[in-house]
């Protein structure tokens, strides 16, 4: 029973912070720590959890293909619209590629450094929500991209460069994607959105990568705690991203940046 309560918290937390800037990695490495520090959970290995920690994301990407079918489906007889809908597509591989290629070739490395150092998790809680903060107070100038057909190529690729430092645990992927598409001339909702769909085929690819990496060979009761994991986080994943798409037509991500400055200082003085 301890697993199952330490799954469906992470679920829960996965599904709360993966689409909102404030890092669901990071968020899931804290609260697995203070769990596990209170719980006996020998059931719970190291290379499960690694495994677990990538693959709940699952959930959330069907969350997204769920709520934004009818805007990314490309299977649509309407040959405008098909045209459309495969300009969309091909922007979000282009914008994936810079996290496809670093990603397999820094995973290990990252996973060793980085999965789990709480100071660099702290750290990077705190700065990334300075700048959260200061893109957001200071970008003062009129978005120039306020649908996908402005959104170039060039700047599809330089989004994906921002989201490859979320790799570092605590950065948050659609923080950095959304930082660096407010940076580069997006309107808040469009910058959301894009993060949402880069997401997709970047945390998709996370989750075969770590699975290959990691084998299958999990027992049953490994199995169904993934499966649990991410049904629970597919279901908050749907809920939060409603609400953030309601949240930001009229509020900007200021909150989180200070949230995730609170967050950080309390982490460091606790370590």
Known sequence: MTAFIIIAILSI??????F?????????????????????????NKKFMDTFLIV?????ILAVVICFWKDINP??????????????????????IPAGVIGI?????????????????????????????????KITKEATVSNFSQLTYKIAFIIGFFQCLAMIPGTSRSGATIIGALLL????????????FLA????????????????????????????VGTFISFVVAY????????YIKSKDFVFFGIYRVILGIIVLFLI
């Open 13 to 18: 937390v996965e599904g709360i912070t993966e």
């Open 20 to 44: 909102i800037p404030i890092s669901s990695t990071g968020h899931m490495i804290l609260v697995e720590k203070f769990l596990t520090s209170f719980m006996v959970t020998s059931e719970l």
């Open 56 to 60: 709940v994301q699952f959930g959330a």
């Open 75 to 96: 299977f649509i007889k309407d040959k405008n619209i098909f045209k459309e809908r495969m300009s969309l597509w091909s922007k979000i591989i282009v914008g994936v």
């Open 105 to 137: 070739l820094a995973d290990d490395y990252i996973s060793k450094v980085f999965m789990d150092n709480i100071t660099i998790i702290a750290i990077t809680l705190i700065f990334y929500g300075v700048i959260l903060i200061f893109v957001e107070k």
């Open 185 to 196: 001339g997006l309107a808040r909702p469009i910058a959301a959105e894009f993060s949402f």
């Open 200 to 227: 997709i085929p970047t945390m998709a690819g996370a989750t075969l990568l770590k699975l290959m990496k990691n084998g299958l060979d999990f027992n049953s009761y490994e199995w169904l705690l993934m499966f």
């Open 239 to 246: 809920v939060v991203i409603k609400w953030f798409m309601a």
